[in-house]
């Protein structure tokens, strides 16, 4: 007897999703992941838990999300990471292209440039004019090679043409910590690092590196506008699925996230995080995430940049 094929989506959802986060607890993509558990669980009416899988640059949680069954109730809070990786490793444990299938587009956000308030670079035009005025004397802090921090640093060399040397931290607490102390001169940080030091007057904002000025930071110019054209480095909150996901699961997920991004919570987090909420169909996280990844690639190849 030849038993009928079951629709893996027939009954979707019928018990808990899991969302992978490739980091520990508490930071940006935590927060934002944690945020939209909350929302689609009450939209889709099963539990949507949180398992943080942090490691190797984010590989250790997207290869367990990547290699899950693709039945839509194991799925990755994939990030700037997702982009770069490819880049920076000759190898990766889960196929980066063909691993993973986009299911919307959460939101992006940007790093700020900040620099210790006690310093004389007071604008993006003050430290370009120091960079070229005195080669490899000011260093920036990054938190790890091939971190939103690092290659945002990069872009600017390569964009303003000068040099700053990189000093690499196991995190940004550390970074800051020693930006503060005057042992380096300027970061390109995340919002969640520094936003409460830059309000406090504990750090000097220069500049955001997204495309259009922040809501968040009404008053900074991007760094485009304050004096490097062309120059764009922004971070990003994408959900995915395993490769091969039914369709019909990809676009009730992809529903649920349109509703979440819409809800108070991430109206908050639009606020205190500067995150600009995107949503949209599973190809436009597709095209986005591509893109970002053929970018990212070109400045990782001309800075000569290898995971460490």
Do not use: C
Not at 181 to 192: L, N, P, S
Request: hydrophobic share 45%.
């Amino acid at each position: 007897m030849v038993l009928p094929v079951r629709l893996m989506s027939a009954t979707y959802p019928d018990h808990t999703i899991k969302i992978v986060v490739p980091f520990a607890p508490g930071g940006g993509t935590d927060v934002v992941a944690r945020a939209l558990a909350q929302e689609i669980s009450r939209d889709l009416g099963v539990p949507v838990i949180i398992e943080n899988k942090p490691g190797a640059g984010t590989i250790i949680g997207t290869q367990a999300a990547a290699t899950s069954e693709p039945d839509g109730y194991t799925l990755l809070m994939g990030t700037f990471a997702n982009a770069v990786n490819p880049s920076l490793y000759d190898k990766l444990p889960y196929d980066p292209d063909k691993g993973l299938a986009p299911v919307a587009l959460v939101a992006r956000s940007f790093n700020i440039v900040v620099v210790n308030p006690t310093s004389n670079i007071a604008s993006i035009a003050d430290l370009i004019a120091e960079a070229k005025a005195e080669p490899d004397k000011l260093s920036y802090g990054t938190y790890g090679t091939g971190t939103s921090a690092h290659l945002a640093g990069e872009l600017f060399k390569a964009l303003a043409k000068v040099n700053l040397t990189t000093v690499p931290y196991k995190g940004a607490a550390p970074a800051i910590s020693d930006l503060l102390g005057g042992q380096i001169q300027v970061m390109f940080t995340t919002v969640a690092s520094a936003a409460s030091l830059i309000e406090a007057g504990q750090l000097r904002a220069l500049a955001v590196t997204s495309a259009e000025r922040s809501l968040a930071f009404p008053k900074l110019p991007t760094v485009a506008e304050a004096g490097v054209p062309g120059y764009v480095a922004e971070s990003w909150y994408g959900l995915f699925a395993p490769a091969g996901a039914p369709a019909d699961v990809v676009a009730r997920l992809n529903k649920s996230v349109a509703i979440a991004i819409k809800s108070d919570v991430f109206g908050r987090l639009a606020a205190s995080e500067g995150l600009v909420m995107v949503g949209g169909p599973p190809d436009e996280l597709d095209r986005y995430w591509r893109g970002e990844e053929a970018r990212w690639l070109k400045v990782i190849q001309q800075a000569g940049i290898k995971a460490q």
